[in-house]
Every structure is written in C-alpha cells, then in structure tokens.
C-alpha cells in the first residue's frame, strides 16, 4: 500500500487500487500521521488538530476514526491481532510504514540525497512529478494543515530550483527558459530564480536577455523592496558581461585543456575513487555521466567498456547512493541486452560483474536478488575462461557482495577474500589486495577468530600506504574498537566506559573522512547498544542517537528499557525481516533477544530459525566493526522462548 498526501489524500493499494478511507475527518487523522513522519502524535493534540472546539465525546470520535482507517488500510488483519500500520503508540497513535510507500517522504528523501549528490537528479524529477496540487489539498481549515502546507511548498520551490541548478551544471539547461520564466513570474522575490533564468537565457545563447533578466530583477528589489541584489546575482551579472569561463558547460576532467572523452573520464574516476572520501562520491559522479554520454554516442561497445572500466573494490552490502547504483546497472543490463549473448565475452564479463557489484544486497527485493546473483556466477565463469586476473577479481567482488543472501556464510566468504589476496598479490592489483584482506577481516570477525582478524587489519593497514586508501585505517579503527568491547567482558579486560570511548573516537575518524552514507548511519547506536547487552545492561535510550536504518530493529529493546512494554511488543511485531547485509545476523539478534524477554514465541520461533546455520558466529562481526556477542547466546534464547521454557 501507499499514501499521497502531495494533492488531495489518498491510499492506494500495492495493484493501484484506491482505498476508501472515510469521510473528510478519517483522511485527515491519516494525513495527521502522515505529517508526524512516523513519530507519535499523543491522543490530546490529535483532537486539537482535529476541532477548533473539540465537541464533548471528541476522544471516542478519535478511537472510531482510527478503528475505521485501521480496517481500511489493513483489510486481511485476523481479528484480536495488533495492527502494523496505524498503532497505539503510549498516550497516541503513530503511523508505521516504510519512507517510500508515502509521497511526501520520497519528496523530501529524494530533496536530500539531491543536495548532497548531484546524480540524484533522476530521483528529484520522480518526486516533484508526484506532486498533484497543494499537499494536504482537501484538508481545509486546519492550523496543522496550512502550517505542512506553507512549509513543503518551499521545499517544492527549492527542489525546482535546485533541479535547475543540477541541470545547468551539467552542461545543459537552455531549454528551462520558458519554465523558469514562468517560476520568476509566479514568485518574483527568490533571487535564486532570476539567477537561474539568466544563466538559462545566456546557455541558449541570448546575453543580451540574460543581461536584461539580471538588470530587471534588480530594479524591481530596489524600487518594490528598497534591496540590492545580492552577490550572486552581482557577480552573474559580472561572469557574463566579461564572458567568464565558469558560464560555460562545466568539463569533468580537463588535461591540457583538451576535453576528456567518456572512456579517459571513467579511468581517472576510478583512479580517484580509491581515495575514498570526497574523491570518491565525486569520482562516482564522474563515473555515471560518463556512462551516460557514452549511451548518448549509440556505441555499444564503448559503452560497454566505459561501465565496465570502473572496477573500484566495494566492500559494503549497503549502497551509499540507492539511485545512482540502480542507474549503472539499468545502463548495464541495457547494454548487455544491445551486446547480445554472442558478444565479446571480456565485456559481457564486466557488465556483469558490474551488475553484481551495484546490486548490493540490502537493497533488493525478492525478485532482483535472482538477477543479481545469476549475474555473479556468469561473470566469475567467464572470468575464469577467459584467464584474466583483473577480472576475476572484479567478479569475485560481485559474488563476495552477493554472498549475504542468508546469514552464516562468513566461511564462505572467507574463502572468497583468501582467493582474491591470491590473485591480488600474484598480479600486483593492490587495491583489491586491500579490499581481499578487509574482506578476511570481517570473515574472521565473524568467526570470532580476532587474532587473524588483527593480522589482516595489519597487512589492509601497510597495502593502504602504498594505494591511498584513506578508508582503511578508518575501518581498521572500528574493528579495534570491537576488540576492546569484546575483551571488556573478560576479567582484567578494559572497562566499558573504554570501549565506549573507541567507539566513539572510531565514529568521529569516521565522520571526518565525509563518512559512507551507505554505512556511517545508526552504526555509533548500534554499537553502543552490542556493548550494553555484552554487558546485560538495557538498550540506551538517550533520545539523540541516531538508530538510523536500524531503528525497526532496536526500538523493542529501547522501549523495554524505558518500561513501556505493550509498546515494544507492537514494534516487535512490526519489525519486518532483517535486510540482507552485513548486519543481519546482528539484526536477527536483537529481535530474538527482544522476543525472549517480552515473551513472544512466534517472533522467537522466526529468529531461531534464521540464526541456527549462524550459531557458530559473531553477532555483527561480519560487519568488522561491532560486536553484540555470541550469535548461540541469542539462538538459545529464542529457542527457550519458542519452546516455551
């Protein structure tokens, strides 16, 4: 099911199919959630948000409301079951669905990721395309309502304005002239717009209107507002009458001021992306534009060679950008499908393992993880006959990332890491010597052997001097933190406080490289939460951690340790399957442990099961980073709990 509230609200259901909610008050007691993001809206201030004078029976009004959207919106519930979706959260009720099934969240998500990664202009268009009018159109009359109203239309206007922006960067943007004309017309006080349209009007080749656009801004801030332009506006105004270099189409990698072509491009992106940090969202950038222009050219096999070039070793079963990985492989898989299965099979090899290595697990849904997997053992095959080493490791980096398909393969994954030190160290490819040895790690983490975990920290530590991977020491800094919070268990170990603190020194080394978005977020919480239970102390529940991804997960055990035990049997039955990454044993974990103390045999039964072909590993130490203890600890549990011991 999904809910739109950017126009008039509505809930539709997975086939397209319109809901039907109710009358005017039961959409808006939806809309109400919808607008708390997920968070808790106590019954009192619904009430108050509901009625300017609340009528005598407004909270029984307010109960069979709910009751009725909750039949609505969740048909197939047996009855005396908790509801998932609209529940009773404390004194109020919250909304549980995931961010991207409303349209209001993929507008702002999709806002976000935009101004942080220029790529995800595909994912911005999508969102202001979602908008059907004024949000919360049919919800009149309410304080609550305008005051979401005033505040998404500016967040609309920015997002038009910063496609703009994005597109005029890149090079383009001439044909936004009419469009922009008409936003500057509509709203005449954003200074931004007017820059914008002029830069449009002088990439369409009219100065002289660019000028005029400027000059008119200018005298109607002045004459209507008593305001000077801005400095933007000034030195727009400046670029273009002396004809400035920065008006002009921006190049992505210039030598010798001669324009890089597609396949140039992709090389010296992928040389910068094994800087990690800054380097290597903007190398990615870089990566994908290339892919595009390649496209654009109608040469298959270029293209082919240009996404297959940037073999960066990828280490993490998370992506950092979900939207630009899904656009490499859509150029991917069209490119293959233009190769044909009798073309050259060096190329069809590194799309492949393109394909492999972009799908990363934590992201699929059941019916992509098929592909990707399938799209793995053809690479690793083809690699293998053809004899390329290069390739191999490449295709054997897109099978490692495939290898999360269910928990307990650190062994498995062992021997991938093992096999690609080999081949690394044989042929003199030290960048996936690094990402084979990080690879190591985490395996022996995972298995709880710290010792050669240690000694392949070491040996990624001294490849990373020679490569300029800034990441390693970084990474290498979290596993140490998640020896000291193993050993802080041990009689004579370090204290808690001291393994708290290595976390925390490993989150900030973390946050100063830029961090992975794909990675950094909820991981400090996490961990601070594996050492806590090391210790059998409750879940922390300061209110500033941020549980990121992992939230579903935690919140049980965050709630039991503020005593609010009906709440966290509701988010433990909302808690859907862990993804499939490097966290899901840890994930598993947590919801056996939340089952075995509020008693729950069926969620316990759940996790049981998915944890007996891990009972022989670490939970969380697949990720190389933190530790939540023995997964047999937990399976125990949960096994107790489902037996009803």
Not at 477 to 494: C, D
């Given at each position: ?216 801004a200018r005298t109607m801030l002045v004459e209507q507002l008593g305001l000077e332009p ?357 994930l598993w974990c947590l919801t056996a442990h939340a ?51």
């Amino acid at each position: 099911m999904r809910i739109d509230v950017l126009g008039a609200v509505r809930a539709l259901r997975d086939d397209g199919t319109p809901v039907d909610l109710g009358g005017p008050r039961h959409r808006e007691v939806l809309a109400r959630l919808v607008a708390a993001g997920g968070r808790m809206v106590p019954t009192g201030t619904l009430v108050d948000d509901l009625w300017a004078e609340p009528p005598v029976r407004a909270v029984g009004a307010l109960r069979t409301f709910v009751a009725a959207l909750r039949r609505a919106i969740e048909p197939g519930r047996p009855p005396r079951t908790p509801p998932r979706v609209l529940v009773t959260e404390g004194p109020g009720y919250a909304l549980r669905l995931p961010r991207d099934t409303v349209d209001v969240h993929r507008f702002e998500d999709a806002l976000a990721r935009a101004r942080r990664a220029p790529d995800a202009l595909t994912g911005l268009d999508a969102a202001l395309a979602a908008w059907r009018g004024p949000a919360y159109a049919d919800v009149t009359g309410s304080v609550w309502a305008q005051r979401e109203r005033t505040r998404l239309e500016e967040l609309r206007l920015e997002g038009l304005e910063l496609r703009a922006r994005l597109v005029l960067d890149s090079g383009s943007g001439a044909e936004l002239v009419a469009e922009l004309g008409a936003h500057v017309t509509e709203h005449p006080w954003r200074e931004p717009a007017w820059g914008l349209l002029a830069r449009a009007l002088h990439r369409a080749g009219r100065q002289a209107d660019a000028l005029a656009t400027l000059r008119r801004a200018r005298t109607m801030l002045v004459e209507q507002l008593g305001l000077e332009p801005g400095a933007d506006l000034r030195r727009l105004e400046t670029d273009i009458l002396r004809g400035a270099t920065t008006l002009q189409p921006p190049r992505t990698v210039w030598t010798a001021g001669v324009r890089l072509g597609p396949r140039t491009t992709v090389q010296v992106a992928r040389t910068l992306a094994l800087a990690g940090g800054d380097a290597l969202v903007h190398s990615r950038r870089d990566r994908l534009a290339a892919v595009r222009t390649a496209e654009r050219t109608g040469d298959t096999v270029l293209t082919a060679r240009v996404i297959g070039a940037y073999d960066v070793p990828a280490l993490w079963s998370r992506a950092d950008d979900p939207d630009q990985s899904r656009a490499v492989v859509a150029a991917a898989e069209r490119t293959l499908t233009a190769l044909g299965t009798d073309g050259p099979a060096e190329l069809r090899a590194r799309l492949l393992a393109t394909v492999a290595v972009e799908s990363r697990s934590a992201g699929l849904s059941a019916s992509e993880r098929g592909p990707a997997g399938q799209a793995a053992r053809e690479a690793e095959a083809l690699a293998r006959g053809l004899g390329d080493p290069a390739l191999l490791v490449f295709a054997l980096n897109g099978v490692f990332l495939q290898t999360f398909a269910r928990p307990g393969l650190a062994a498995a994954r062992d021997v991938i890491g093992g096999e690609i030190v080999d081949l690394a160290t044989r042929h003199k490819l030290p960048g996936f010597a690094v990402l084979g040895r990080l690879i190591r790690l985490q395996s022996a983490s995972a298995l709880g052997d710290l010792d050669a975990a240690a000694a392949h920290a070491e040996a990624a530590e001294r490849l990373a001097l020679s490569t300029e991977a800034s990441l390693v020491p970084v990474l290498t800094g979290w596993f140490r933190a998640r020896v000291t919070a193993a050993r802080s268990t041990a009689r004579g170990g370090p204290a808690a406080a001291t393994a708290a603190a290595h976390y925390r020194a490993a989150e900030d080394a973390l946050a100063r490289t830029g961090g992975m978005p794909g990675l950094h977020r909820g991981l400090f919480a996490l961990a601070l939460l594996g050492l806590r239970l090391l210790h059998g102390r409750p879940a922390p529940t300061d209110p500033a951690l941020d549980w990121g991804p992992y939230r579903p997960w935690t919140d049980p055990l965050v709630l039991l340790a503020r005593n609010r035990a009906e709440e966290a049997r509701t988010a433990l039955a909302m808690a859907p399957e862990p993804p499939l990454d490097h966290m899901q044993e840890a994930l598993w974990c947590l919801t056996a442990h939340a089952a075995a103390r509020l008693g729950e045999r069926p969620a316990a039964a759940r996790a049981a099961t998915a944890l007996r072909v891990a009972g022989t590993e670490d939970a969380g130490g697949a990720s190389g980073m933190l530790t939540l203890g023995p997964v047999a600890r937990y399976l125990a549990e949960a096994e107790a709990c489902a037996a009803g011991r």
